[in-house]
């Protein structure tokens, strides 16, 4: 554990004096990580254990991996490989060196497409290389939930599995080869092997010898093998030794690799199999009354011959109704009140799709289940033959684990029974023993499972803070892990043994097996250098100094800006609801995490910064963490998109805990020139705007640019935004019907794009008035000052607005305005912040496309011929208002839409015009935006944020425009 003793250097996150390990930075080309905030953001993963580990290194190349091993070796320290870190059995974390093979050795260095098959690096991530197979019409089919960002590496070592393995086997089945680095140092390929050949070779080079005794280890122990190793397909525990046993003429020695935890090898390259893209699927949504039911069920619906069929219980559901995300998408699927659904699905061909889908109605009226009259809804079959409408079902259960630990409460559905299975025909009586036992122990579990292999992931609901719930934790494994082992199952059935089931083995497994995979272990790493304490020789699974809430644990006592009583425990219990499950380092689709997608650094991703926090507020990285200079260079990179706050699942705030930071470093070091600049930007900027050309002189001279840069910190190879003349408010129509809130940015560098605005609201026969001051300079949201973490003035700012447009709401009237990042503060931090100022009051306050939506036919649209493309910027997706933008371009005949799939920009206010982040932000505006916009040059680029709009021009020489724009230029148009 990492405690408040540190010196000054490890505190704030640099490399520790005289670290064991700080001289391997110069023999290798990765990064060696030894300060206490880096060892920390590796301390847990996707369980509930957290381990310091003394170094992180991550490789750039594989003789990187190689050194390391030996300046393990040489200081007798432990080494573990790290994929996406969602394990959640504890396999990747450890007291050693973890080395993160996720962000540089994540190549495709293979493909043989008549072959099907390819050669991969371990750090490469299951959804990018399917990417990559797509055009080929191949995939690699082990599709587990976190396909985001499990890596093939991490799949290997854990033997994962995923939806389908019903018809495409576990990684075991997929994995062709693997090439490996031994704990001695030595190279192998392990694959194929002539076992009677192999059994007959005399001695030879360390490798040759190795493999002839793993085969005659797997001859002399093949009868107890058959007698021990539980006969369901989802076995994984332990080590694979039954791949070893004479059972044919050749044996896959890599077989005995997969799932061994990183324990035996470092992984080089994995060679694996491919499968053709499946056909044309259909997809059955059953529903049953009862859980019981549901899992009676299984057995009959298997035989109708599926691909998956997947468990949602009723919590689930309960919790997805209540996520916005998810909530959509739950009603399209879910009819009535199900205890449990079983979602059935076909990948054959189109007329064999709909016969066994009729075959599964039929098979359910069979069983009892069919949809009676409205009152009953006894259980039925919800047919989805659409692909997006099932993507969207299947995107529910995917996220099942997350959706089942958006629990805001003290206790979380904890992984540790999570992985039994047994057969099919047991499976009723067997989760109605189980719900027993969690009862016994005073709590229930939430399930979700692989029904089509018997497989369940069940997470009873525990306090592992408490003493109680720890003591909960051992008993209902210890009972269990023995109901498994009466039902012949395994506990092991898919994420793997780690910490939370090694010391179990024994129960399933019989002591002699349990001796067998330590021989296997110390024949491969007599001394225990890799991955430690995994699969054999483990630590008690209930060992509080493993847990990420060791005794004593707390959070210091500190004021908020935000309220944050939504959260069990305030700040800390908002911080806590990450889980580390990593759905937050997709690569692509939908917006987070965009600093990671530009720097595939763990610090600079959701879940790194959480856990960052975390240490930070609970006293384990020393006093004043939490203002110091390594947490602000943790939230750095932080653009505050705010897309984790919808698209995670837990809806970790980051852009709020990040002016939380931002709030306690000024109150310690108060605030930059810089940070006075932006933030006062709203204050200063009537009067500058009285000389534009002025004030616009640093664009134009080279050597203001450069003293920008020196001085105030603005990148001099980047213009700043334009001022122009002002825009003025006219009078107001007399009882006005919508009232304008003019934003400063648009106010004085977009003002044409008000303009725009009052004609088309104009055009649609409104009355329209504006939002004015009583005196002194125009209103503003308070946004710049959050950014800065002034938390004082932008509440100020926030208050002096709000009661403008309060009296304008509460009689009903309308308030729209342009820019997403202003008008959504009054939707978002405003009423976090404001005592006066209730969210229903906030969701009335509309971006202008919010209010026009509705009224679309009142606009006397002409034709535009030509392409729209949409970027939408970050907080219109994370309140999900891109539709109402989409809705009222498609209203302008002529005019073919489309939406950009792209993240953040990369501008994000200020962010983009930082010396230290311009390039960054660069990176982001290339990841998709930028060549989106290039690849489509007669397009019109639709963007309503002017941050947006500003990076456009400064990445793809493009000028973007509002929507409001756009439809000016349809009404102006000639017929």
């Known amino acids: 554990m990492l405690n408040s003793s540190q010196d000054e250097s490890s505190v704030n996150g640099a490399a520790m004096a005289g670290g064991r390990f700080s001289g391997l930075a110069g023999a290798i080309q990765g990064e060696v990580l030894e300060g206490a905030f880096d060892r920390g953001r590796y301390a847990t993963d996707a369980s509930f254990y957290q381990i310091t580990p003394e170094a992180v290194v991550v490789p750039r190349r594989f003789e990187d991996v190689e050194a390391t091993l030996a300046a393990a070796r040489a200081e007798g320290a432990s080494l573990t ?285 069979d069983l009892g289940f069919r949809w009676g009259d409205a009152a009953k809804q006894e259980g039925g079959v919800v047919e989805a033959i659409d692909p997006a409408f099932q993507a969207r079902i299947w995107g529910v259960r995917t996220q099942g684990l997350n959706i089942m630990m958006s629990m805001r409460s003290e206790g979380k559905p904890v992984s540790f029974v999570e992985d039994c299975a047994v057969e099919l025909k047991d499976l009723g009586d067997f989760t109605d023993r189980l719900t027993a036992v969690f009862r016994k122990h005073g ?120 309220r944050w009583d939504d959260w069990p425990g305030g700040l800390i219990g908002a911080v806590e609801m990450c889980n580390n499950n990593g759905a937050c380092r997709k690569l692509s689709g939908g917006a987070m995490c965009p600093s990671y997608r530009a720097t595939r650094n763990e610090r600079d991703l959701t879940r790194g910064r959480a856990n960052t926090l975390r240490l930070a507020l609970t006293g384990q990285l020393g006093p004043d963490a939490f203002a110091s200079d390594a947490m602000a260079e943790t939230m750095s990179l932080c653009v505050s998109c705010k897309a984790c706050q919808r698209e995670c699942p837990m809806s970790v705030d980051m852009a709020k805990m990040k002016i939380e930071v931002q709030a306690a470093r000024m109150a310690k070091h108060g605030p930059s020139l810089r940070d006075r600049l932006v933030a006062h930007l709203p204050r200063y900027a009537p009067w500058a705007a009285r000389a534009p050309w002025l004030m616009n002189l640093r664009n134009r001279v080279p050597a203001l640019r450069r003293l920008s840069e020196r001085v105030a910190g603005f990148a001099a190879d980047r213009p700043l935004p334009e001022w122009r003349a002002p825009f003025r408010e006219p009078a107001d129509d007399a009882e006005p019907e919508v009232m304008l809130l003019a934003d400063t940015f648009n106010r004085h560098f977009d003002p044409d794009i008000l303009r725009d605005a009052v004609f088309v609201l104009k055009a649609a026969g409104l009355r329209v008035g504006f939002a004015r001051a009583p005196k002194g300079r125009p209103l503003c949201c308070g946004r710049t000052w959050l950014s800065a973490g002034l938390v004082a003035e932008a509440k100020a700012e926030m208050a002096r607005t709000a009661a403008v447009l309060r009296p304008v709401l509460e009689r009903g009237g309308a308030v729209a305005g342009l820019e997403p990042s202003c008008l959504l ?129 400064d990445l793809a020489g493009r000028e973007a425009v509002h929507v409001a724009t756009v439809l000016r230029r349809s009404l102006e148009a000639a017929e």
């Open 443 to 562: 709590t229930d579990g939430t399930w979700y499972a692989h029904a089509s292999v018997g497989l369940l992931h069940v997470r009873p609901v525990l306090n592992l803070k408490e003493e109680l719930g720890v003591k909960a934790l051992r008993a209902i494994a210890e009972e269990a892990f023995d109901l498994v082992a009466e039902y012949k199952g395994s506990h092991s059935g898919e994420h793997g043994d780690g910490l939370v089931r090694s010391e179990f083995h024994e129960k399933m497994f019989g002591v002699r097996m349990v001796r067998s995979f330590e021989a296997v272990k110390d024949r491969f790493d007599p001394e225990g250098r890799l991955n430690p304490g995994k699969i054999v020789r483990a630590p008690k699974m209930d060992d509080r100094s493993l847990f990420r809430w060791p005794e004593g644990y707390a959070a210091e006592k500190r004021e908020t800006a935000f």
């Open 81 to 365: 490989g790290r994929g996406g870190g969602t394990s959640q059995a504890g396999q990747t974390v450890a007291p050693g060196v973890v080395i993160d093979f996720s962000t540089h050795l994540n190549g495709l260095r293979h493909l043989d497409v008549e072959g099907r098959r390819a050669v991969v690096e371990p750090g490469l991530v299951l959804d990018e290389l399917n990417r990559m197979l797509k055009p080929h019409g191949l995939w690699f089919p082990v599709d587990v939930s976190t396909a985001s960002r499990a890596t093939i590496g991490g799949m290997t070592a854990n033997n994962s599995c995923g939806s389908r393995s019903l018809r495409y086997g576990r990684m075991r089945e997929n994995v062709i080869a693997v090439e490996a680095l031994l704990a001695d140092g030595a190279r192998a390929r392990f694959g194929e092997i002539d076992a009677r050949k192999s059994l007959e070779m005399g001695a030879n080079d360390p490798v040759s010898t190795l493999f002839r005794d793993m085969l005659a280890l797997g001859a002399r122990e093949a009868e107890e093998i058959a007698a021990r190793f539980p006969r369901v397909q989802r076995r994984v525990g332990g080590y694979n030794i039954d791949a070893l046993t004479p059972n044919g003429p050749t044996n896959n020695l890599a077989h005995l690799l997969v799932g061994s935890e990183g324990t035996l090898a470092l992984f080089e390259t994995i060679e694996i199999k491919l499968s053709p893209l499946p056909g044309p699927k259909a997809l059955g949504v059953c529903h049953f009354p009862t859980f019981r039911a549901a899992m009676d069920a299984a057995q009959h619906l298997v035989a109708l011959g599926p691909t998956a069929v997947e468990l949602v219980d009723r919590t689930m559901i309960e919790l997805g109704r209540d996520i916005p995300i998810f909530r959509p998408v739950m009603e399209s699927f879910v009819r009535g009140d199900p205890a449990a659904l079983l979602l059935v699905e076909f990948a054959e061909t189109p007329d064999e799709n709909r016969r066994r889908l009729d075959a599964l109605h039929e098979t359910m009226a």
């Open 825 to 953: 503060t009054f939707r978002d931090e405003a009423p976090r912040l404001l005592d006066d100022w209730p969210m229903e009051l906030g969701r009335r306050v509309m971006l202008l496309e919010e209010f026009l939506a509705p009224l679309a036919d009142r606009l006397p649209l002409k034709r535009l011929e030509g392409r729209a493309l949409v970027h939408g910027h970050c907080h219109q997706k994370a309140a999900d208002v891109m539709g109402p933008v989409e809705t009222l371009l498609r209203a302008v005949p002529g005019l073919d839409v489309g939406v950009i799939d792209s993240s953040c920009c990369g501008m994000a206010g200020a962010f983009g015009y930082q010396a230290e982040t311009a390039a960054v932000s660069r990176a982001m505006g290339e990841l998709a935006l930028a060549p989106a916009v290039r690849a489509a040059p007669d397009a019109t680029i639709v963007a309503d944020g002017t941050s947006c709009r500003h990076q456009i021009a």
